[in-house]
């Protein structure tokens, strides 16, 4: 007992986020990704950054299903706010695109029973060219929290990559002051990567809920497999930082535009799942095919995801062009998903034996193995076993090792 006290009194104890919010990833929809800063609103009313824009993805979210299985917040990015503050110094939303207001939308997505999120940047301006909040961040939490919002994203552009380890917590600190819940995201150590250095990921986790860590999304395949190769080199370790409450973000779910194949957006579904990603999709709700739907709401990859464990799946294997990825879940982290991913490129599907000591499934009861994305039964597996799975160019094979004896 003498032991442990002196223990818990000289070790340094660091404290990571915890609010109540994103103990399992956050899942949503956020606009950047789809439809980026387009403010045309008279000649492409139904793309164009409004409030409608909002309450249409709100009701598709409710309407599809999306709702049901977790998707629950609706996410506004830049290019939300009028070119300048009110004379009040108060943010306010372009009254032209958003004539009811923030607070009005706020409430018409309670009503449907999701969370609103919102964008600001730390610096001088967002990076779209809007009021930023440098100077005005207790002012904008204040704001933020009285017009009912539940997460904010703030961004990092237009300021000094150095003042983030002050501006960030301040701003933290404002959020916690409102006694709103409001879940965090730091777009701080993006800048931090982007300028060669390492974050301190005890220090972010100690500030925000989920962060960006690496370049923006976009709507290509290459995108993907740089995020991925980016997570899988986990520089920094920032893999340990993840758990309940605070998540790495690897940026929006791409699943539904243009950019990916049906085999591509498997492998961001399951790469997502593995990572314990938050999951905000960035697509038009109202324009997406059925097999991309179906993948958004795998029950399996759902599963994987929100595993209340949350541990952040990680690389445990790269040969060539063959990766192979781990997820501890389940009862004591002794069982896992795993994927292994095929980053060839040519024609057929490459066969891979996989060892269970290679995947550190070595519990003498065995594991009950199903297929990832079907949930349909493998077999028991030994440590002694090889698993052999085909897995297609630009593919993924996912399976899940249960253990639950
Ligand atoms: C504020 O911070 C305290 C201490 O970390 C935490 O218990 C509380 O939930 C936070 N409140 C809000 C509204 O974020
Ligand atoms: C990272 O931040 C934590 C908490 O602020 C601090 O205790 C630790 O010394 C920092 N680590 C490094 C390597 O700077
Ligand atoms: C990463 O962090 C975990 C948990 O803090 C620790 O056990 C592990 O040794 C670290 N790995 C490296 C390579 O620093
Ligand atoms: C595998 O599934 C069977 C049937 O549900 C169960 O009895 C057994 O305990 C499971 N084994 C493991 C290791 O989870």
């Not at 290019?79 to 939303?93: H, T």
Request: with cysteine.
């Amino acid at each position: 007992m003498q032991l442990l006290i002196l223990l818990v009194c000289t070790l340094p104890i660091i404290w990571a986020l915890n609010n109540g919010l994103a103990r399992t990833p956050p899942m949503g929809w956020l606009s950047w990704q789809r439809f980026r800063c387009n403010t045309n609103c008279e000649e492409d009313p139904d793309n164009c950054i409004s409030e409608k824009l909002y309450m249409r993805m709100a009701e598709l979210l409710v309407k599809e299903g999306y709702q049901k299985v977790g998707y629950e917040y609706v996410n506004i990015d830049d290019c939300w706010a009028a070119k300048e503050r009110g004379p009040d110094g108060r943010l306010i939303a372009d009254p032209d695109r958003f004539p009811s207001g923030i607070k009005a939308l706020a409430n018409y997505v309670h009503g449907l029973g999701l969370k609103l999120g919102i964008y600001a940047d730390f610096g001088t301006e967002t990076c779209g060219g809007y009021p930023g909040s440098k100077f005005y961040l207790e002012m904008d939490a204040q704001t933020f929290a009285e017009w009912g919002v539940d997460m904010l994203k703030l961004d990092g552009c237009y300021t000094d990559v150095e003042d983030m380890q002050y501006g960030y917590p301040a701003m933290g600190f404002y959020l916690n002051k409102t006694n709103r819940p409001i879940l965090y995201s730091c777009s701080w150590p993006a800048y931090v990567v982007g300028s060669g250095k390492v974050p301190n990921y005890t220090q972010i986790a100690s500030t925000c809920n989920i962060w960006r860590n690496y370049d923006d999304i976009d709507d290509s395949w290459d995108s993907v497999k740089n995020i991925i190769s980016f997570y899988g080199d986990d520089t920094g370790n920032f893999s340990s930082a993840a758990g309940p409450g605070n998540f790495n973000d690897p940026d929006m779910l791409i699943i539904g535009d243009y950019g990916l194949s049906y085999d591509q957006q498997r492998v961001q579904m399951a790469m997502w799942a593995i990572m314990g990603a938050p999951l905000l999709m960035s697509n038009d709700l109202g324009h997406i095919r059925a097999e991309s739907k179906e993948l958004l709401q795998n029950f399996y990859l759902l599963r994987i995801n929100q595993d209340p464990y949350g541990i952040q799946g990680k690389r445990i294997l790269k040969v060539g062009n063959i990766e192979v990825w781990k997820k501890p879940m389940g009862l004591q982290g002794k069982g896992a998903a795993y994927a292994v991913l095929n980053f060839n490129s040519g024609g057929s599907p490459v066969k891979v034996d996989l060892p269970f000591t290679t995947l550190g499934l070595i519990e003498k009861e065995g594991y009950n193995v199903t297929e990832g994305f079907t949930g349909k039964f493998v077999g028991v597996f030994y440590a002694k076993d090889v698993q052999t799975v085909y897995v297609n160019p630009s593919g993924v094979y996912l399976g899940i090792a249960y253990f639950d004896p």
